[in-house]
């Protein structure tokens, strides 16, 4: 392509996208007189573009356009942009930048999509840590260390949304008082470290790591969040056993 044919792509390309903010391929074909869609692409490069995280990626725009949102975001109408890119790459980030880590539901509130089985493939690729919170996964960072802070962060969350005395925090006679709430948060990260363990190894683990924690302290909170895997009945729990 001539440097004449590419300063005539980008004037067209401005004067389209001032008038459209978004495009798609067909609109861009038909506005820029040609078929090739590597010459299409070619234009775009040279101009600067972003192309949608949404509806498959079939819509673009030119990289000056959007007025991003505090989480990098951008929506023209239904369509939907990420100053980082395509949605795998804005769904990481936006885990691992977050104070609390996120919940599904929340997700898919910021985003505007349908999210579940992206950040399963994420997860199933280190890409960022997830664990079970009662009924629902809370998403948070490949990083155990910055996991660690997420999960506090959420912790605290809960616990000032909750009321100050909750009867399952309340001690059972003739059973190890409650965790208090770094605690909690320690057994959590165990379990992202090694999420195949049982309570009763975790509870080892910390043990051995220094913390004082019984195996009922550390059931209880499995217990609470949902966490392992459910016990069969040639596996009975280690309380069954004695």
């Not at 997860?123 to 490949?142: C, N, S, T």
């Not at 790591?209 to 302290?217: A, F």
Request: with cysteine; hydrophobic share 40%; glycine share 6%.
């Amino acid at each position: 392509m001539t440097s004449a044919a590419r300063g005539d792509h980008s004037r067209t390309l401005q004067s389209l996208f001032r008038r459209r903010r978004i495009a798609t391929l067909l609109q861009l074909r038909s506005a820029l007189g040609v078929s090739s869609r590597t010459t299409i692409l070619g234009a775009l490069r040279s101009a600067g573009y972003l192309s949608s995280y949404s509806h498959a990626g079939k819509y673009y725009t030119l990289d000056t356009i959007p007025k991003f949102d505090e989480r990098g975001l951008w929506r023209h109408g239904k369509v939907c942009f990420s100053k980082h890119g395509t949605l795998r790459k804005t769904l990481v980030v936006l885990v691992t930048e977050s104070k609390a880590g996120y919940l599904h539901e929340e997700l898919e509130d910021v985003v505007g999509l349908r999210v579940y089985d992206t950040l399963r493939s994420l997860f199933e690729q280190d890409e960022i840590g997830r664990l079970r919170i009662e009924v629902a996964y809370l998403y948070v960072a490949a990083d155990p260390t910055r996991a660690s802070i997420q999960l506090s962060q959420r912790e605290a969350m809960r616990a000032a949304q909750q009321a100050v005395s909750e009867r399952s925090d309340e001690p059972v006679a003739g059973t190890s008082p409650a965790l208090e709430l770094t605690r909690v948060i320690d057994v959590l990260v165990a379990v992202i470290h090694a999420p195949k363990d049982d309570a009763y190894s975790i509870a080892a683990r910390l043990r051995t790591g220094g913390l004082v924690v019984t195996d009922e302290q550390v059931e209880a909170v499995f217990e609470r969040y949902r966490l392992g895997v459910k016990k069969t009945a040639s596996s009975p729990s280690r309380r069954s056993r004695h």
